[in-house]
Nanobody, 119 residues
Framework: QLQASGGGLVQAGESLRLSCTVS????????MGWFRQAPGKEREFKAA????????YYADSVKGRFTISRDNAKNTGYLQMNSLKPEDTGVYYC??????????????WGQGTLVTVSS
């Protein structure tokens, strides 16, 4: 089970940190990622990190602004979002996958947390 949290309403330029806590699984065995679904649009890949944390991947739209990380001892992954823009608005979902990392990952999904960025 994946539990995402940390969303909220912020102004453009501000920061948020999302968390994703995983229970019932060996967390380090799973690659982890974050996707965003904007209103009326499909879910879109934003960032991913390998199970060991040694490699990270980002969508071009968030490179240099978002940082994905994980603490395997706490079974928790994070997405630090800086310099937020109104176009970052949407529901953010965390995902865990034992094999795939990146745009095609998607074995286990969390329930999503809403991020709203006002201009």
């Amino acid at each position: 089970q994946l539990q995402a949290s940390g969303g909220g309403l912020v102004q453009a330029g501000e920061s948020l940190r999302l968390s994703c806590t995983v229970s019932g699984r060996t967390f380090s065995s799973y690659h982890m990622g974050w996707f965003r679904q904007a209103p009326g649009k499909e879910r879109e890949f934003k960032a991913a990190i390998t199970g060991s944390g040694s490699s990270t991947y980002y969508a071009d739209s968030v490179k240099g602004r978002f940082t994905i990380s994980r603490d395997n001892a706490k079974n928790t992954g994070y997405l630090q979002m800086n310099s937020l823009k109104p176009e970052d608005t949407g529901v953010y979902y965390c995902v865990a996958d034992p094999l795939r990392v990146g745009v095609n990952m998607g074995t286990y999904w969390g329930q999503g947390t809403l991020v709203t960025v006002s201009s």
